[in-house]
């Protein structure tokens, strides 16, 4: 491949010339590119002739090259002399001193105290459309149990799948680890004192109580709300909703409703086997303590009632309403493009675990304030 | 590096589908440098999946194709994103990286595989993107254009590096008939200028008889091509029904009952 080079040389009229030759291609002209813009600058008042004669070839950078040297701002002229015509037609596309004139409008600058309203605006926005989802999520939910034959079960089962069966090993694999860990950890101290076997009891009590419960919508919101905002975003995108919409159909009870009548039947199920599982865990580390099975189910029959249980697993619902139901408006209100979506997924996972933090806080004033 | 005239891609023997299913059967053709070479078809006859096997996107189930020489199926590593770097491509969405400016879309290949200053690829971006119309619009991110637009800054980014060849899949679509009108003749010029080999999958006729060199027509019926060569003289010599009834926009009539 022929290089390109430049040789620069006095004209005899007093100008300056810059012989290109070779090939000019993006490989090849970088530092012809450079030399050549550095004589151009040495000699602002001087005319300026680029003789193309000995070009072999010029592709689009070469070109490229050319019309860099006639934009140059200058007082004396730059003419390109002796290009081949078939080149002189490529040159001739472009007009030097309008390759610069966007319309992109600049950002607006604004002040910071300006910054900082419209920022808690949108949060507070944000919230109101959270509050009003909900409502409409409820309404619509209320409408599907009054007229079951309108809800599309078939969907539902494949929810139910995705986001309930198909978790059931990572959910084990997370609550049998806490179990373990929580069981190993407490042990060993108490172990101290000759009190292990109360390590069913803090075992018992916490997964029932708090983190089967807990865990499980972590995992919910990470899976499944990320997928349903993923899902329902990337209908967005592709106009699946303008659709559904100018269709007459209602996409949060045709798209919503289903999603949040799967979470709400599998997430219980889900806690309730993270529960036994967490348990089994601790169990399992026990063992290793001296203490067999029986006395460590024992123990925890003896510890653990009804409205543990129960105060623990009433959460799950609330939580998979929440998750699923965040999941979803996230998904609504994707903007357009391929990271709109990853940025949804990205807010409902966000908003899930800020939201079970929430309600899980607002359940433990409630046990506090009913001594539950 | 072929010739003016020379074959620069030839298939042979491509047999091509998904998932085990035979969409097109024992295709072969050659493709001249510097020619604007159409392919063809009713929908669903696989002149896209044609496009994507040739490119190397998805695997065929069995042929050759070569691009300046050299085979690209079963080709990997050094040797495979050499012949990469032969060809631009411009798919039928845009498929523009929504996260980037047209003018970052435009300049990423450029900083990938050019020596350029930043300045430099700058302007050579820019000056792509005039060539389809949009250098006033550089800083917009993709989700700010129209679909149009957005093909047309797909278009900027396959010249990027002026490859020796082009494959546009439905460049015209979607666009009004002046912008398409533009982007012919934005073919055309590279084409007969700096010997750029086109091969463009499209339904314009319009736009096929002012940059056309050459078509194949497909027949999802056949699974292969039906029709070949110049395409006013298939408009008005071909005695095929299907080719006559494409080229002339006739909907197909069904037999009157005996």
């Known amino acids: ?372 | 590096m072929a010739e003016p005239g020379e074959t620069i891609i030839r298939v042979e023997g491509l047999t091509a589908g998904y998932d085990g299913n035979v969409i097109l059967k024992n295709i072969n053709f050659e493709v001249k440098r510097g020619e604007v070479f159409v392919i063809l078809g009713g929908s669903g006859c696989g002149k896209s999946t044609l496009l994507k096997h040739m490119i190397g996107l998805y695997d065929v189930q069995a042929g050759h194709v070569y691009i300046d020489g050299d085979d690209i199926v079963g080709t990997e590593g050094p040797a495979r994103e050499k012949i990469l770097r032969k060809f631009g491509v411009m798919y039928q969405s845009g498929a523009l990286f929504g996260s980037m400016t047209l003018l970052e879309n435009v300049r990423l290949p450029m900083e990938a595989f050019t020596q350029l200053d930043l300045e430099q690829m700058d302007l050579l971006a820019r000056m792509k993107l005039s060539l389809v119309g949009l250098v006033q619009f550089t800083g917009h991110l993709p989700n700010e254009i129209s679909g149009g637009m957005q093909k047309r800054a797909a278009i900027a980014r396959a010249m990027a590096l002026d490859p020796a060849i082009l494959f546009l899949d439905e460049p015209s679509a979607g666009l009004d008939p002046i912008t398409s009108a533009e982007l012919d003749a934005v073919i055309r010029r590279l084409a007969e200028n700096l010997g750029v080999t086109f091969v463009i999958v499209t339904h314009e006729l319009a736009s096929i008889y002012s940059i056309a060199d050459r078509v194949i027509m497909l027949d999802k019926r056949v699974k292969g091509i039906i029709a070949e060569g110049d395409p006013r003289r298939l408009r008005d010599e071909s005695t095929d029904p299907y080719v006559h009834q494409f080229f002339h926009r006739e909907a197909e009539v069904a037999p009157a009952a005996a």
Not at chain 1, 165 to 183: C, K, N, W
Not at chain 1, 329 to 356: E, M, N, W
């Open chain 1, 1 to 372: 491949m022929a290089e390109a080079a430049l040789a620069i040389h006095d004209a005899p009229d007093g100008g300056l010339v810059l012989a290109l030759s070779g090939r000019l291609v993006a490989e090849t002209i970088p530092d012809v590119w450079r030399q050549a813009l550095s004589a151009l600058r040495g000699a602002v008042s001087r005319p300026v002739t680029v003789d193309a004669a000995a070009v072999d070839y010029c592709d689009g950078a070469g070109i490229a090259l050319l019309v860099d040297l006639l934009r140059q701002p200058r007082e004396a002229p730059v003419r390109v002399t002796n290009l081949a015509p078939s080149y002189r037609a490529l040159l001739d596309q472009y007009d030097p001193h309008n390759l610069e004139h966007d319309l992109d409008p600049e950002p607006p600058r604004r002040p910071a105290i300006e910054e900082v309203g419209r920022t808690a605006g949108t949060v507070l926005g944000d919230l109101r459309t959270q509050i009003e989802f909900l409502g409409q999520a409820s309404a619509a939910l209320a409408s599907a149990i009054r007229h079951p034959t309108t809800i599309r079960w078939k969907d539902v089962g494949l929810v139910c799948e995705r986001a309930g069966a198909d978790a059931l090993p990572i959910v084990s694999l997370i609550s049998f680890l806490l179990g373990l860990i929580l069981a190993f950890q407490s042990a060993v101290p108490m172990k101290r004192f000759g009190a292990e076997i109360f390590v069913a009891d803090l075992i018992g009590l916490g997964m029932v109580r708090e983190l089967g419960c807990l865990m499980t919508a972590i995992l919910l919101a990470g899976r499944s709300g990320a997928a349903f905002a993923a899902e329902i975003g990337t209908m967005r995108v592709n106009q699946e909703i303008d659709a559904l919409t100018t269709m007459g159909l209602d996409p949060v009870r045709f798209l919503v409703t289903t999603r949040v009548i799967a979470a709400v039947l599998m997430t219980p199920l889900l806690s309730l086997f993270a529960m036994l599982v967490g348990m089994l865990g601790g169990a399992f580390t026990m063992l290793s303590f001296g203490i067999p099975f029986v006395t460590f189910v024992h123990e925890v029959e003896g510890i653990v009632d009804f409205s543990d249980f129960m105060a623990g697993w009433v959460k799950s619902f609330v939580f998979a309403l929440a998750i699923a139901g965040i999941g979803c408006l996230r998904g609504l209100q994707t903007g357009a493009g391929a990271s709109a979506v990853g940025d949804s997924a990205t807010r409902a996972v966000v908003s899930g675990l800020v939201l079970i933090v929430l309600i899980d806080g607002v359940f433990a004033v409630i046990y506090f304030v009913l001594d539950i």
